[in-house]
């Protein structure tokens, strides 16, 4: 369950820096540090749309529940990203901690109020919530025209592009959802991610390396691996890179 804690530690609290004064995030910075820990709901479809809130640590989960009482997981969020923003009275997702999970919330009335205020604030929601768009449509593609081998690839690949993009030149990356979360996440079944996965090792795209890490996956020919997916614009030559799968053994 959350709990809320008014002191954090001042190295957690350098970890996090602070944003320009005129940035959506800076709208958080005195707000007190809350803990989600892993499996516990942020906040359900259709509940009433009366926070927002900033990610500093861990990973959320978003799903909605199909009619036959499917979990489809539309997406994952990561630190520095801001969720619950809603243009109706409503959530439109669920969201749940993949793991533990350190957050900030600003209520929905003080959030709307400041970016009405603001010039510099309302061009940056509209920018963020493009970015939410052209994600939905980019899933939307992802699961209209792709087969398993290329939802999977694709998957691995935009893991490695988001961490390379936050950590620099890191060759290390944590997976911190298991395989069922990333066959509700492309639209297979459990199953089909474990026998594409042993199809990917096959074929000697990637490689299981438990000497380097605990369940860690070695991306052996990312060219291929880009090929595979049917990125033709992701073929460049990267170096060899490790990704670590964190929680449960799968």
């Not at 709990?3 to 320009?20: C, D, F, K, R």
């Not at 350190?102 to 970016?115: C, E, K, N, Q």
């Not at 079944?189 to 996965?197: C, N």
Request: with cysteine.
């Amino acid at each position: 369950m959350l709990s809320t804690t008014q002191n954090y530690e001042s190295g957690t609290t350098a970890l996090h820096a602070v944003h320009h004064q005129t940035s959506l995030h800076s709208l958080f910075c005195k707000q007190p540090f809350e803990h989600l820990t892993a499996g516990k709901a942020l906040f359900f479809e259709s509940d009433d749309a009366v926070d927002v809130f900033e990610i500093l640590e861990g990973t959320l989960r978003i799903f909605r529940i199909i009619a036959d009482g499917r979990r489809v997981i539309t997406g994952f969020l990561y630190p520095n990203d801001i969720v619950g923003i809603s243009l109706g009275g409503r959530y439109l997702y669920s969201a749940e901690a993949v793991t533990s999970v350190t957050l900030r919330r600003l209520s929905r009335r003080r959030f709307d109020a400041a970016v009405t205020e603001s010039d510099h604030l309302r061009p940056q929601l509209f920018a963020l919530v493009s970015d939410e768009m052209a994600a939905a449509q980019d899933q939307m593609v992802l699961l209209s025209s792709k087969n398993a081998e290329e939802r999977l690839c694709s998957f691995l690949l935009a893991t490695l592009r988001r961490q390379a993009a936050s950590s620099g030149n890191r060759t290390t990356l944590e997976l911190p959802m298991g395989r069922q979360d990333i066959a509700d996440y492309l639209g297979l079944t459990i199953e089909t991610v474990s026998r594409t996965m042993t199809k990917l090792i096959g074929k000697g795209a990637i490689q299981i390396d438990g000497v380097a890490a605990r369940n860690a996956i070695t991306i052996c020919r990312p060219v291929l691996l880009a090929q595979m997916a049917g990125d033709e614009d992701d073929r460049s030559r990267e170096p060899r890179l490790t990704i670590v799968r964190g929680g449960r053994s799968h």
